[in-house]
């Protein structure tokens, strides 16, 4: 299950707001050119592609340092930072746009990195989180074997994502994509 953001979004596609399609629902976010943009998890080369857009793209790397670095390989025109959502290493009010791909669910303690997002966002910045959806019983038997395997890892409702976010003050709509996936988009107030 990829993630639907990475592999449909097209930042120049010409669809009107009235269709139904995901790609149509994130086409409408707008990236102005300055931006500072945060990108977090399964990202491909989605900041080789904004930065093609004009905006200052940093990227949250949660890999070992012996591991080989794949988000400065297909992004080698980005910032590439150490560090885990739960302890950002950046300066508070600092980024335009957060945008979180198949990674939300993996954090260790899903509220602290929720007040961390909340802290690094400025004032009317936006969250873009996309990640499995705990409705489909793939995810509920993935969720099962992580419990078993003592791995903190877990899978939340979309429901409980739109409710974390609008406790800290965030205003968003919620797709959910064929039950397998959905994408949260906030904007904090």
């Given amino acids: 299950m990829k993630s639907v953001l990475y592999h449909d979004y097209?930042?120049?596609?010409?669809?009107?707001?009235?269709?139904?399609d995901v790609t149509c629902?994130?086409?409408?976010?707008k990236y102005d050119?300055?931006?500072?943009i945060l990108l977090v998890g399964n990202i491909g080369n989605l900041g080789k592609r904004l930065r093609m857009l004009g905006v200052y793209v940093t990227i949250l790397e949660n890999n070992c340092y012996e591991d080989v670095c794949y988000s400065l390989i297909h992004n080698c025109n980005c910032n590439v930072v150490k560090g885990s959502l739960e302890f950002l290493p950046f300066e508070d009010k600092y980024f335009d746009k957060v945008i979180i791909l198949d990674h939300f669910n993996n954090t260790?303690?899903?509220?602290?990195?929720?007040?961390?997002?909340?802290?690094?966002?400025?004032?009317?910045g936006e969250l873009v989180?996309?990640?499995?959806?705990?409705?489909n019983i793939?995810?509920?038997l993935k969720n099962l074997k992580h419990r078993?395997?003592?791995?903190?890892?877990?899978?939340r409702y979309p429901q409980e994502i739109v409710?974390?976010?609008?406790k800290l003050n965030f205003e968003g709509n919620l797709k959910e994509v064929e039950n397998e996936r959905y994408i949260y988009i906030g904007k904090r107030k």
């Fill in 138 to 140: 793939k995810v509920k």
């Fill in 25 to 29: 629902f994130l086409d409408s976010i």
């Fill in 108 to 124: 260790n303690d899903y509220k602290r990195a929720s007040k961390e997002i909340n802290r690094v966002l400025k004032c009317n």
């Fill in 148 to 155: 078993l395997c003592g791995e903190n890892i877990n899978y």
């Fill in 129 to 135: 989180l996309e990640d499995l959806n705990l409705k």
């Fill in 163 to 166: 409710s974390l976010f609008s």
């Fill in 10 to 20: 097209e930042p120049n596609a010409d669809l009107t707001d009235t269709s139904d």
């Fill in 33 to 36: 050119i300055g931006n500072n």
